[in-house]
């Protein structure tokens, strides 16, 4: 199983800190949608390290699926075609009120913006007409001018990421690969994103070879026990975080743990963040995230994910705490057997 590695946003960091993780073992890096732009570190390192990029994600709604072709075309060919577009929706006060962009229904609309952008690139790949008609977005004129030609490497591979059921389907009906959410729990996953990518592909004549799956996984390592504490502080204001969310309360009930939402939404809004984080106990904390010396979460990880068709590499996360590099090392070792 092979290690991808969150990408710091800050663009002019990025190359040194891509050496760093490719050094250790990392055999891709990629970003999301935070404070700096999500596709700059990218552009930053591409044909600079031996490692496949990918955005995780880039939030899709507030742009225009042409963008995001143009974008993922020229990022595939900077980084000699180890460039995966992976997109994803957001909730509505942040399209509405942060992007200032029109909100719909996130799987409707993000199985269109998956499909036109997946339309654009196979019509400047195969050189036919363009012709994509959407409920929200048509594409339907492409001049020669603004056409970039067949990509040497073939079109990237556009990724969709998804936690509930709706949007799991979608993502297995319509994109090349699905970005399973970082909080969840092994029996979420089983339960609940295995039978609903199952549906998805069977919905469209798929079989389990056309999707790749990337799991993610929210990481507290380290081999002493002042390590982990600071490790397992951070995982905790995560898990706090993301529970505090209604989106996420599916990954809660399936744990048994539905009381704990609505209790985080309420502290969050008070802003009482050590009460939420001190809701995140040590069950919890191992249930949702994975703990221990790098052999150990490695372990745990080949335990979650491993023998899923579609999956061969894992998305980890170090919130609030930046492990040794020997450490990251040492982890890209232990998986790469699983």
Same mark, same amino acid.
């Given at each position: 199983m092979l290690l991808d590695l969150q990408l710091g946003g800050r663009p002019d960091q990025a190359r040194e800190r891509a050496r760093e993780l490719t050094a250790a073992g990392a055999a891709g890096l990629f970003t999301f949608e935070g404070p700096h732009h999500v596709? @700059? &570190?990218? $552009? $930053? #390192? $591409?044909?600079?390290?031996d490692a496949d990029l990918m955005t995780n994600v880039a939030i899709a !709604?507030?742009? =225009? &699926?042409m963008h995001l072709a143009h974008t993922a075309w020229d990022l595939q060919l900077m980084s000699g075609g180890r460039f995966r577009l992976g997109l994803g929706s957001q909730i509505r006060p942040h399209i509405e009120k942060r992007y200032g962009a029109r909100w719909s229904p996130p799987a409707a609309r993000m199985r269109e913006i998956v499909a036109a952008v997946r339309t654009i690139l196979h019509s400047w790949q195969e050189g036919t007409r363009l012709d994509f008609r959407g409920e929200h977005t048509t594409h339907t004129l492409m001049p020669p001018t603004f056409v970039p030609g067949p990509n040497p490497h073939g079109p990237p591979p556009v990724l969709l990421g998804a936690l509930g059921p709706l949007m799991t389907r979608t993502a297995a009906e319509v994109a090349d690969g699905l970005l399973v959410m970082p909080f969840h =729990?092994?029996?979420h996953f089983q339960e609940r994103t295995l039978p609903a990518i199952a549906e998805g592909l069977a919905a469209a004549g798929r079989s389990p070879g056309d999707l790749a799956v990337h799991p993610q996984a929210i990481v507290a390592m380290g081999r002493t026990e002042d390590e982990l504490a600071a490790a397992r502080a951070g995982v905790?204001? @995560? @898990?706090a975080f993301y529970g505090s969310t209604p989106a996420y309360r599916p990954v809660l009930d399936v744990e048994g743990w539905s009381d704990l939402q609505p209790e985080l939404n309420r502290l969050s809004k008070t802003g009482e963040v050590a009460a939420m984080t $001190?809701? #995140?106990?040590?069950? !919890?904390?191992?249930? @949702?995230a994975v703990t221990g010396t790098p052999e150990e979460c490695a372990a745990?990880?080949?335990r979650r994910f491993a023998g899923v068709a579609g999956v061969n590499r894992v998305c980890c996360y170090f919130p609030g705490y930046e492990p040794p590099l020997d450490q990251v090392a040492a982890l890209a070792a232990a998986l790469r057997p699983l």
């Open positions: 596709f @700059l &570190p990218l $552009a $930053a #390192v $591409a044909g600079e390290v !709604m507030p742009r =225009s &699926p =729990s092994r029996r905790r204001g @995560l @898990l $001190a809701l #995140v106990d040590d069950r !919890m904390l191992a249930t @949702l745990e990880i080949g």
